[in-house]
């Protein structure tokens, strides 16, 4: 077991229960040593963190406490980077010299992955940690997904919240996971890309037909998309490992709903979710993760689903740590839920 340092998303609470998630399920020994709004330090044993970081949505980058050498490569002048999490001013000049290297520093701070793909070498400072960065999330690779056949902003979810979903879920490779609100089908996209059998439901044909194609542009198999209503999903599938959904969360909004309005909609969405959830009790072995809406109104107050009643009628518990605000910024606040079998 080695140190290493993860610089964590934009929710950290959320960035790391992924990541403990994630190791859970694929039953990685590792131990927690220190954590803060920005970096977790963490011992694991060696893995592939190049795939790990394409499978997390709420890790930044990954960095290597023990490390032979400053720079490995064959380069005579080279650019590098220091992420400074430390209130010491560190340069590391001078470790470069000594392998005989000439090292100019090209960026410092908090450096964007963007701007880190232009160094040959990054490194982290976390108090009197020095930790080399292998491996760093590429939006590179976000923008090139977002060139599937159909993509609308009104019914998708983010890639990097889908990714949160799935590993949220406890679901890894060669587990079953049911999307029971696929719309366009980015939750199971980005299951497929991580070597997870998907199967997703969706009511509107026209949005089914969309989801089909858009799984078939990334050209993998393993899944299956449904045309019918997942209030009655029982009908179509006997069994699932896991389920990550984002459900309707009600209509669009422009503006902020009356309280009235508000109540409706809360009252609508309790009975879909209701329906579903004891449906997903007939076919479902693990965990559920799932989003749930509450809404600011015109007058500021504001209304939420009685999601943990739902809960209690169906047979399910929260996990303790939830729920978890998210979309802070939006007309339509969620909730992140992960739970499981009472």
Same mark, same amino acid.
């Given at each position: 077991?080695?140190?290493?340092?993860?610089?964590?998303?934009?929710?950290?609470?959320?960035?790391?229960?992924?990541?403990?998630?994630?190791?859970?399920?694929?039953? %990685?020994?590792?131990?927690?040593? &220190?954590?803060?709004?920005?970096?977790?330090?963490?011992?694991?044993?060696?893995? @592939?963190?190049?795939?790990?970081?394409? @499978?997390?949505?709420?890790?930044?980058?990954?960095?290597?406490?023990?490390?032979?050498?400053?720079?490995?490569?064959?380069?005579?002048? %080279?650019?590098?980077?220091?992420?400074?999490?430390?209130?010491?001013?560190?340069?590391?000049?001078?470790?470069?010299?000594?392998?005989?290297?000439?090292?100019?520093?090209?960026?410092?701070?908090?450096?964007?992955?963007?701007? =880190?793909?232009?160094?040959?070498?990054?490194?982290?400072?976390?108090?009197?940690?020095?930790?080399?960065?292998?491996?760093?999330?590429?939006?590179?690779?976000?923008?090139?997904?977002?060139?599937?056949?159909?993509? @609308?902003?009104?019914?998708?979810?983010? %890639?990097?919240?889908?990714?949160?979903?799935?590993?949220?879920?406890?679901?890894? &490779?060669?587990?079953?996971?049911? @999307?029971?609100?696929?719309?366009?089908?980015?939750?199971?996209?980005?299951?497929?890309?991580?070597?997870?059998?998907?199967?997703?439901?969706?009511?509107?044909?026209?949005?089914?037909?969309?989801?089909?194609?858009?799984?078939?542009?990334?050209?993998?198999?393993?899944?299956?998309?449904?045309?019918?209503?997942?209030?009655?999903?029982?009908?179509?599938?006997?069994?699932?490992?896991?389920?990550?959904?984002?459900?309707?969360?009600?209509?669009?909004?422009?503006?902020?709903? =009356?309280?009235?309005?508000?109540?409706?909609?809360?009252?609508?969405?309790?009975?879909?979710?209701?329906?579903?959830?004891?449906?997903?009790?007939?076919?479902?072995?693990?965990?559920?993760?799932?989003?749930?809406?509450?809404?600011?109104?015109?007058?500021?107050?504001?209304?939420?689903?009685?999601?943990?009643?739902?809960?209690?009628?169906?047979?399910?518990?929260?996990?303790?740590?939830?729920?978890?605000?998210?979309?802070?910024? =939006?007309?339509?606040?969620? &909730?992140?839920?992960?739970?499981?079998? =009472?």
């Amino acid at each position: 077991m080695e140190k290493y340092i993860f610089i964590l998303g934009r929710d950290p609470e959320l960035s790391i229960l992924e990541l403990k998630s994630y190791l859970k399920s694929r039953e %990685i020994k590792h131990n927690i040593l &220190e954590s803060t709004k920005e970096i977790l330090l963490i011992e694991l044993p060696a893995l @592939d963190f190049k795939k790990m970081i394409k @499978d997390l949505g709420g890790i930044v980058k990954i960095g290597k406490t023990n490390f032979k050498h400053f720079y490995d490569g064959s380069k005579k002048k %080279i650019l590098y980077g220091i992420n400074n999490y430390s209130y010491k001013q560190i340069d590391i000049r001078d470790k470069f010299e000594e392998e005989g290297v000439k090292a100019y520093l090209n960026a410092k701070g908090r450096i964007s992955p963007s701007k =880190s793909l232009n160094l040959d070498e990054e490194f982290i400072i976390f108090k009197n940690h020095i930790a080399k960065v292998v491996a760093v999330f590429n939006p590179k690779d976000y923008k090139k997904r977002d060139k599937r056949p159909h993509l @609308d902003p009104l019914r998708v979810s983010s %890639i990097r919240l889908s990714k949160i979903l799935i590993n949220l879920s406890g679901a890894k &490779e060669g587990s079953l996971l049911l @999307d029971p609100f696929c719309g366009l089908g980015t939750i199971l996209q980005e299951a497929l890309l991580m070597n997870i059998d998907v199967i997703g439901i969706e009511k509107d044909k026209v949005i089914a037909n969309k989801c089909k194609e858009n799984l078939e542009w990334i050209k993998k198999k393993g899944w299956e998309v449904i045309d019918g209503d997942s209030e009655s999903l029982s009908r179509y599938i006997k069994q699932a490992d896991c389920v990550a959904t984002e459900p309707y969360l009600g209509p669009f909004l422009k503006n902020y709903p =009356s309280e009235e309005n508000a109540k409706r909609t809360a009252r609508f969405l309790e009975e879909i979710y209701t329906n579903v959830l004891r449906q997903l009790k007939k076919v479902v072995k693990g965990r559920i993760a799932i989003i749930t809406p509450w809404f600011r109104t015109k007058n500021r107050k504001d209304i939420k689903i009685n999601f943990r009643n739902i809960l209690r009628k169906t047979g399910f518990e929260p996990l303790p740590q939830y729920p978890i605000n998210y979309g802070e910024e =939006s007309l339509v606040k969620r &909730e992140i839920w992960v739970i499981e079998r =009472s």
